[in-house]
């Protein structure tokens, strides 16, 4: 298991001033499940995990790993990164270009102190052990340079993994490949932690990413922790606007909250009430965001007059075609929203529909932050 506990990194600016890239987060992590740290540039991620990792000195907070301490700042504990039982793949791989597979994989047992160390023919046994599991077997003389991509991506989740770490670390690993190639490697992961059952710690600012290959996924903003779960939790129940628009694709309705308890508030907007859950307590009056993500927006050519809540008369105002789905940006009065449909629903500009937004697939959150003007793009290009 990992603990890190009230972790705290502060650095010093060129003017002596006190900035703190990570400010009191706190997580657990079980041993075979998988983290990830999601968030934008500059959220305190990768420091975090530097932090785990012993690549920098935290100012506060604990981090414990296999219920050994590697680092208290209460009792000034420090333990160095090369004694610390955690693997690392960094963003640019950082393989020896001078070295060949073989001994960039070796390299890890090799340094180790002497009473430490394998045998040559142990290490030579372990270097074949971990190409076997990375499917790089046969490849051990070839230049490390002379690999495509996904083999030096692989290559270093070897080196990585050779000396059976108990947490293994990856600091964007896949943001140097190519969009197939990342699709292919997120498989290759999924495939490496069923296998070996790994505790994985992975930092991405790619929320496909961390939707497909995340046990629980931790959003950051500003060095905290904004809200940490499960990912489909997260994505159908964001508790704020940042992690409703960075975690996927939204739609934002302003309103105002009318009523509401616990599980349900009704908030009034420019085109009518809408039912819909709180992503947090939310008091009569409140100015908030309803988030509703485009495949939750369904579109009817006839009003169905068993739904009697959420449902708005609208236009379509463009779609394109996509393939297996099509995507509309459709108008309801004043409000304009987003949509995703199967390409057989095929939908003509300016025809009048019915949209249902379903009260369980609408989740209102504090207004934080005065949205972009939402024009109508004709190339619908979808943020987030």
Not at 57 to 80: N, W
Not at 90 to 111: D, H, K, T
Request: charged residues 25%; proline residues 7%; aromatic residues 6%.
């Amino acid at each position: 298991m990992l603990e890190v506990t009230d972790l705290v990194k502060e650095f010093q600016t060129d003017r002596g001033e006190r900035v703190r890239a990570v400010d009191n987060v706190t997580f657990s992590v079980p041993h075979g499940r998988v983290l990830t740290l999601l968030g934008p540039s500059g959220c305190g991620k990768t420091t975090t995990l530097r932090s785990i990792a012993g690549l920098e000195r935290p100012t506060g907070g604990v981090i414990r790993i296999a219920d050994k301490d590697m680092f208290r700042a209460d009792r000034k504990l420090f333990v160095p990164p090369q004694r610390r039982p955690i693997g690392m793949v960094f963003q640019s791989y950082a393989i020896w270009p001078q070295m060949r597979v073989e001994g960039n994989v070796a390299f890890p047992l090799r340094v180790l102190p002497r009473r430490d160390r394998p045998s040559r023919q142990q290490i030579r046994r372990e270097v074949a052990r971990v190409l076997e599991i990375v499917q790089l077997s046969g490849y051990e003389q070839r230049e490390a340079t002379a690999l495509s991509g996904g083999q030096q991506q692989r290559l270093a989740l070897a080196r990585a993994l050779i000396r059976q770490p108990d947490v293994l670390l990856l600091d964007e690993p896949l943001s140097n490949l190519d969009a197939k190639l990342r699709e292919h490697m997120r498989f290759e992961l999924q495939r490496l932690h069923r296998e070996l059952s790994l505790t994985m710690i992975y930092v991405t600012h790619d929320q496909s990413e961390a939707l497909a290959l995340s046990d629980v996924i931790a959003v950051m903003r500003f060095g905290k922790i904004v809200q940490m779960g499960d990912p489909q939790d997260l994505y159908d129940r964001p508790v704020n606007q940042f992690v409703a628009d960075f975690l996927g694709t939204t739609n934002f309705v302003p309103g105002r909250v009318l009523s509401g308890a616990d599980r349900e508030v009704r908030v009034e907007t420019a085109q009518g009430i809408l039912a819909c859950h709180p992503g947090q307590p939310l008091t009569s009056g409140q100015q908030v965001l309803v988030s509703v993500r485009p495949q939750n927006v369904q579109m009817m050519t006839t009003r169905d007059p068993a739904l009697t809540t959420n449902v708005w008369e609208a236009q379509v105002a463009t779609s394109v075609f996509l393939g297996e789905v099509r995507h509309y940006l459709v108008t309801a009065g004043p409000v304009q929203l987003r949509s995703v449909a199967d390409a057989a629903q095929n939908l003509t500009h300016g025809q009048r529909i019915w949209l249902h937004l379903p009260p369980d697939q609408c989740v209102a959150v504090p207004h934080e932050e005065p949205l972009a003007a939402q024009s109508a793009p004709t190339d619908l290009k979808i943020r987030g």
